[in-house]
T-cell receptor
C-alpha cells in the first residue's frame, strides 16, 4: 500500500512556463513534507519542504502548496528552465518521526 | 567537506555471496539511513540510525544488516545476496534525529547487480 503517490510518471513543459508536480498521501499522521530532485547517476538533493502548520512555502522559483483536507501537495516551478529536467520525489514523515516515505517520482522534461 | 561518500559505485555479485556497502559522512550528523531505489517504486527505507550504537529497521529490512560503531560510518551488509536485491542503494545523513528527519544529504549511490 503506497502511502505517498505521485500519479504522473512524467511531465513535459516548455521552457519559461510553469511546471506543476503533484503528490497525494494517505497517512493522516504525516505532517512534514519534502521534495527532492534527482539527476541521473547522482543522489537525490533536497529542494523544499513544508510542515502541516503552513499551506504554502516559497524558495525562489519553487513553491510548495499543501492541502491537508485533500491530503494533496504540489510543487510549482516558475519559470521552468532546461536545468530543471530531473526526477522529482515527494516524501513525507511525521514531524518528530525518523522515517521518510517516498513517492515513486515524476520525470520532468523542460524543452528549450 | 566530502559530504556523504559511498563505495563501491558498482558491484556485481553471484547469488549467495555476501558483501558490505560502505557509507561515510564528515558532517557530524547523528542520523544516517540506507535506501534502495527500484524502477517505479521510489526510494524505500532499509535501515536507519539515530546515533552511534543505535539502529532500527525501515520499510524493507529483510536480507540486510547494519551497525553504527562511529558517528561517521554506517555500513550495510548483504548476508546472502539474492537477485531481488538488484537495485541502486543510497546512503543519507541528517543532523536532526528525533525532531523529524528533515533535510537529508544523499550519497551518489551504489549500483548492485545480483546474478
Amino acid at each position: 500500500d503506497q502511502q505517498v503517490k505521485q500519479n504522473s510518471p512524467s511531465l513535459s513543459v516548455q521552457e519559461g512556463r510553469i511546471s506543476i508536480l503533484n503528490c497525494d498521501y494517505t497517512n493522516s499522521m504525516f505532517d512534514y513534507f519534502l521534495w527532492y530532485k534527482k539527476y541521473p547517476a547522482e543522489g537525490p538533493t533536497f529542494l523544499i519542504s513544508i510542515s502541516s502548520i503552513k499551506d504554502k512555502n516559497e524558495d525562489g522559483r519553487f513553491t510548495v502548496f499543501l492541502n491537508k483536507s485533500a491530503k494533496h501537495l504540489s510543487l510549482h516551478i516558475v519559470p521552468s528552465q532546461p536545468g530543471d529536467s530531473a526526477v522529482y520525489f515527494c516524501a513525507a514523515s511525521s514531524l518528530y518521526g525518523n522515517k521518510l516515505v517516498f513517492g515513486a517520482g515524476t520525470i520532468l522534461r523542460v524543452k528549450s | 567537506n566530502a559530504g556523504v561518500t559511498q563505495t563501491p559505485k558498482f558491484q556485481v555479485l553471484k547469488t549467495g555471496q555476501s558483501m558490505t556497502l560502505q557509507c561515510a559522512q564528515d558532517m557530524n550528523h547523528e542520523y544516517m539511513s540506507w535506501y534502495r531505489q527500484d524502477p517505479g517504486m521510489g526510494l524505500r527505507l532499509i535501515h536507519y540510525s539515530v546515533g552511534a550504537g543505535i539502529t532500527d529497521q525501515g520499510e524493507v529490512p529483510n536480507g540486510y544488516n547494519v551497525s553504527r560503531s562511529t558517528t561517521e560510518d554506517f555500513p550495510l551488509r548483504l548476508l546472502s545476496a539474492a537477485p531481488s536485491q538488484t537495485s541502486v542503494y543510497f546512503c543519507a545523513s541528517s543532523p536532526n534525529p528525533g525532531t523529524g528527519v528533515g533535510e537529508q544529504y544523499f550519497g551518489p549511490g551504489t549500483r548492485l547487480t545480483v546474478t
